[in-house]
């Protein structure tokens, strides 16, 4: 899987050039990639592994979509 580690509203969101997730109560949703380019923040591997220790596995298919270039 290919994807940048980013915040947005204080929660983990990961993105690459055609999908976008986040957790919301718990679990990993997919998340709008339009609104995700706009509004979350780059913080890095290591910062959000720092920030965000115990996370849930990420959905089977998360990330398997051809990457687009916006």
């Known amino acids: 899987m290919d994807f940048r580690h980013y915040r ?3 929660r983990p969101t990961l993105m690459n050039g055609s999908e976008a997730w986040w ?3 718990g679990e ?3 998340l709008d990639t339009s609104e ?3 509004n979350a923040v780059f913080i890095g591997e290591s910062v959000f592994g720092r ?4 996370l849930p ?3 089977v298919g998360a ?3 051809p ?3 916006h």
């Open 8 to 10: 947005m509203e204080n």
């Open 23 to 25: 957790v919301v109560d």
């Open 28 to 30: 990993w949703r997919m």
């Open 36 to 38: 995700a380019f706009m």
């Open 51 to 54: 920030r965000f220790k115990f």
């Open 57 to 59: 596995p990420l959905p």
């Open 63 to 65: 990330f398997s979509a």
């Open 67 to 69: 990457i687009r270039l």
